[in-house]
């Protein structure tokens, strides 16, 4: 559990605040004044929800930018890839559907990144994240996947998690 109750306060209001700013794009000081406010409110009431370690992980300057790399790069030509899937499936109908529940192994340890990765998983059309269990120190995920391709769970789980979790990994260790 989180010991500096103030850092995870501080953390979760920088974080909260750039989210609105870039959600409006508006820097007028109403604007800025407004999101400042609520951005603490919610910092005050959701912090210790969010924040379980180390309140600045994502602001230090690898964390950061490899973060910045995923979500700008990464995810989108993931997302992008999938897209063209099932777009293709849904004009094609003579292309095979065969969905399915695979388990697979996932090497992350972290919560965070845990969490991150089964919904980025989720997010991308195709694959829905439905559970996720520790087995004998190990973590798998239940991923409904709408083409079963491979029945093996560690063939299944490159297909489906791609380059996703090699960068989550670079975020969380």
Known sequence: MMKNKPAAV???????????????????????????????LVALFTSSYFIHEDAFHLLKPNVFINFIIYVLFIFPVELWKANVDVA????????????????????????????MLANSIT?????????????NGQNYYYI???????????????????KLENWIRRIWK
Request: charged share 20%; glycine share 6%.
């Open 88 to 115: 293709k499936r849904a004009l094609s109908p003579k292309l095979p559907i065969n969905p399915g529940i695979v388990k697979v192994p996932v090497d992350l340890k972290s919560e965070y990144g845990l969490a």
């Open 144 to 162: 409904h996947w709408i083409d079963v391709a491979s029945k093996n769970s560690k063939e299944a789980g490159d297909m489906i998690k791609g």
């Open 10 to 40: 501080i953390a979760t209001f920088i974080l909260c605040f750039l989210v609105w700013i870039l959600f409006t794009l508006t820097f007028t000081a109403q604007e800025l004044i407004a999101g400042a406010i609520v951005s603490l």
């Open 123 to 135: 997010l991308t059309p195709g694959t829905i994240t439905m559970e996720i269990v520790e087995e």
